[in-house]
């Protein structure tokens, strides 16, 4: 079998981009990684890198090679982990990539709860659109990720999907306020603070409008959910959000959530999400479990 030594030079030279600047993360010199990967190449007996590129890019023995090499440390990250806990050694650093709409108090409350019962963990939160979370779980750079919307990745798993849909967000003074039904139509001369082009949210959105024939302009575009909050809660304007964004804001009657009519907005979900054939540690498998949990006391959830 390679060695390990040889797998990670030619992982760690794929990852940055080129050998140079795996040497220097490695602390070796860059004919050291060169020779290391010429050598795993004459033991494989097939290329590994493509020839005659500025940046390495990997030939698919080495998309292969990169994979096992990943594949075996995730492994080797679970059998420490499980030997840690056969010694009732309760440490260890757990990876958690979310979308923003998911930092809300109950959340914040889950891990604090999490953190006291294991007080020997690490807990890392990566806060990251859509797009990244699947990327960071993907590239096991995060145990688990919580998105908005299904995974379009096949190495992404959904382990838990909860109906999330997007709702019109008013405030209670709103003279939509009342209505029980919403046509974007009805606000298409509203002023919109609406999630920029970065947030599933927004792509969504888009594909609402074009379900229903209107074009929502945003007075106010941003990448903080916070200030679209904001935005609405002064009165100034309006937002298109899931209810989980301001749940204690409909719960203490400053705000309200109306149905929309349009299909797409309503068929909106959560996604608990891992990376396909991924062994968890026991920490972070342990805090998987008290997601499903915080997240199946909603209703409508979908396992599978």
């Known amino acids: 079998m390679p060695s390990d030594v040889r797998l990670r030079y030619l992982f760690e030279s794929a990852q940055l981009g080129t050998m140079r600047a795996a040497s220097e993360k490695l602390d070796v010199a860059t004919s050291s990684v060169s020779r290391q990967i010429s050598e795993l190449e004459q033991e494989l007996g097939l290329a590994l890198i493509e020839k005659g590129r500025r940046r390495i890019r990997l030939t698919e023995a080495g998309e292969a090679a990169c994979q096992y090499y990943r594949e075996k440390m995730a492994q ?4 420490l982990s499980r030997i840690k806990e056969m010694k009732s050694i309760r440490t260890g650093r757990i990876s958690l990539a979310v979308g923003e709409a998911f930092v809300t108090q109950p959340f ?9 019962r294991y007080p020997g963990m690490e807990v890392q939160v990566q806060v990251a659109n859509t797009t990244r979370v699947v990327e ?8 688990m990720g919580l998105i908005f919307d299904i995974p379009r990745e096949p190495k992404v798993r959904a382990r838990l999907v909860i109906p999330q849909p997007l709702k019109v967000i008013v405030n209670s003074s709103h003279a939509l306020s009342e209505r029980r039904l919403i046509n974007l139509r009805d606000i298409e001369s509203e002023s919109l603070g609406l999630a920029d082009e970065g947030y599933r949210i927004r792509q969504l959105i888009h594909a609402a409008e074009q379900e229903d024939g209107v074009f929502l302009e945003a007075s106010l575009q941003t990448n903080s959910l916070t200030l679209l909050m904001d935005y609405v809660k002064s009165g100034r304007g309006i937002s298109v959000l899931p209810e989980l964004v301001v749940r204690e804001e409909l ?3 400053t705000l309200r959530a109306l149905d929309t009519d349009n299909a797409t907005l309503n068929s909106t979900k959560t996604s608990l999400v891992t990376r396909v054939g991924r062994q ?20 409508g ?3 599978v």
């Open 280 to 299: 968890l540690p026991v920490g972070a498998y342990r805090l998987l479990v008290s997601l499903e949990s915080f997240l199946k006391s909603t209703d």
């Open 251 to 253: 719960r203490a009657g």
């Open 108 to 116: 914040s409350d889950l891990l604090d709860a999490f953190m006291q």
């Open 76 to 79: 080797e990250e679970v059998f």
């Open 136 to 143: 960071r779980v993907r590239e096991d750079e995060a145990h």
């Open 301 to 303: 959830v979908i396992e």
